[in-house]
């Protein structure tokens, strides 16, 4: 049974900073990207980040580039969002997804629509306010 389970949500004051864990289990890590979406009340589901799958290469939205960051550990079949200098604006529940690549590439028009991805999580609220 495929899962991604989202960790590490909850209620952070401006300026702080979370991480959030994505651990996978059912299919072979190695060969997936995997992205994290996020979605505000009345908004669309929107992308903030995909890492590429075995190694390195990354995608960030524009709204959270310079303070969010995504790893990966394979040993541990896990990914995470280091969230830095949060904003009120980043309060969503956020969501991880798994993308079946071929390639160590990523794609712009794979990496963004939510109907690309095989795979999601239950997803982990993030509230930041004062």
């Known amino acids: 049974e495929v899962q991604l389970v989202e960790s590490g949500g909850d209620l952070v004051q401006p300026g702080g900073s979370l991480r959030l864990s994505c651990a996978t289990s059912?299919?072979?890590?190695?060969?997936?990207?995997i992205g994290w979406f996020r979605q505000a009340p009345g908004k669309e589901r929107e992308v903030v980040s995909c890492?590429?799958?075995?190694?390195?290469?990354?995608f960030y939205a524009d709204a959270v580039k310079g303070r969010f960051t995504t790893t990966r550990d394979s040993a541990k079949n896990t990914v995470y969002l280091q969230m830095d200098s949060l904003t009120p604006e980043d309060t969503a529940v956020y969501y991880c997804?798994?993308?079946?690549?071929?390639?160590?590439?990523?794609?712009?028009?794979?990496?963004?629509?939510?109907?690309?991805?095989?795979?999601w999580g239950q997803g982990t609220q993030v509230t930041v306010s004062s």
């Open positions: 997804a798994a993308q079946r690549y071929y390639s160590d590439a990523l794609y712009y028009t794979r990496v963004i629509f939510p109907s690309k991805y095989d795979y």
């Open positions: 059912g299919f072979t890590f190695d060969d997936y990207a």
């Open positions: 890492i590429s799958r075995r190694d390195g290469l990354t």
